[in-house]
């Protein structure tokens, strides 16, 4: 996991806020999703206990992910992320990494 965001994720750790996310599974596929306790849910997955998709290809890691006050917004944006294509999504993830 990349310095920066390990920073940030646990600086959300105390927060109970909405975040979309991308782990990038063993098998260099990418998975998106969501959830309001971010450093639990990447634990979840990386135990076997969360996607059915990110189960059979552990370890996880977090390479992107976003905070919102409200659930459903970040569900739209969830949304929006997983309409994208790969190359899309790499290029999300490489804009954060920069900042």
Not at 43 to 62: D, F, I, M, Q
Request: proline fraction near 1%; include cysteine; glycine fraction near 4%.
């Amino acid at each position: 996991m990349m310095m920066s965001l390990k920073k940030e994720m646990v600086g959300l750790v105390q927060q109970q806020n909405n975040h979309v996310y991308i782990v990038r599974c063993s098998d260099q596929t990418l998975y998106t999703g969501w959830t309001n306790h971010l450093e639990k849910r990447i634990e979840a997955h990386n135990a076997g206990k969360g996607a059915k998709y990110t189960k059979a290809r552990r370890p996880v890691e977090l390479v992107y992910f976003e905070t919102f006050e409200h659930k459903s917004d970040a569900l739209k944006r969830e949304y929006q992320i997983k309409q994208l294509k790969r190359f899309e999504k790499e290029k999300l993830i490489l804009s954060k990494k920069k900042i």
